[in-house]
């Protein structure tokens, strides 16, 4: 079965730091793979996806995502991080199942970014 | 503007009282879910559906049902809401495709059942 870990269950930086975070996913065929970000209160929105092509995936707020197939991983890069940027991140893959494509979720990682 | 509304944004109520939580998108998509959110879990399906008439249970169904007699609309509801089901719930939709398909989610909808 496909499953999608995030290795990080929290993650907590300095504002204008690097930060890099981790996203392993199983499956035995070809996935499509996604990066959602929660703000307090509000719903999910995309950050970035990967469908095919190049494997590094560009995305909003500055982040970007590389996507590696022999180590099943989809991590999630900003070289320099705001306050702003404070909230949970879910990783995704979307897997073919019963004839529709299912998205199946990670637990989450709380990054929080302080000044 | 293109979105997912839910109603209501925060519910508490009682076991066993039966509730519904309302869910409509504007985007004409054919693709609607339910997901609960649970702290260490990430999001779970609950039902989808994928047309008018069309819905089937997703990873966690015991205790929810739901109904598509509109295109744009997807309610959850709970017949007889018990402590467990207590959870942060999500309605999302989306076109159906290649499988690539950005997924819109509403607001959400807090719910604690006592």
């Known amino acids: 079965a496909q499953s999608v870990t995030q290795l990080d269950s929290q993650v907590p930086v300095f504002e204008e730091a690097p930060v890099e975070l981790r996203c392993n996913y199983s499956?035995?065929?070809?996935?499509?793979l996604f990066w959602y970000v929660q703000y307090p209160n509000q719903g999910l929105q995309l950050l970035l996806k990967y469908l095919s092509g190049s494997t590094l995936v560009k995305g909003i707020n500055g982040f970007e995502a590389e996507f590696n197939k022999s180590q099943t991983s989809f991590h999630l890069r900003k070289p320099s991080v705001h306050i702003s940027d404070t909230a949970e991140y879910f990783c995704a893959v979307s897997v073919l199942s019963g004839g529709y494509n299912k998205l199946i979720f990670g637990a989450g990682t709380r990054l929080a970014v302080h000044p | 503007e293109a979105q997912v509304t839910q109603n209501p944004r925060y519910l508490i109520t009682v076991t066993g009282k039966k509730l519904t939580v309302t869910c409509s998108q504007n985007?004409?998509?054919?693709?609607m879910s339910w997901y609960r959110q649970d702290p260490g879990l990430g999001l779970r399906q609950i039902y989808y559906?994928?047309?008018?008439?069309?819905?089937d249970k997703g990873d966690v169904p015991e205790g929810y049902k739901v109904s598509r007699k509109e295109k744009r609309n997807f309610p959850l509801i709970l017949e007889s809401p018990s402590p467990n089901q207590t959870s942060l719930y999500f309605c999302?939709?989306?076109?159906?495709?290649?499988?690539?398909?950005?997924?819109?989610f509403g607001p959400g909808t807090r719910l604690l059942v006592l």
């Open positions: 985007m004409n998509h054919e693709y």
């Open positions: 559906s994928m047309n008018v008439e069309v819905t």
């Open positions: 999302a939709s989306t076109t159906i495709g290649g499988g690539g398909e950005t997924q819109y």
């Open positions: 499956s035995s065929v070809s996935v499509y």
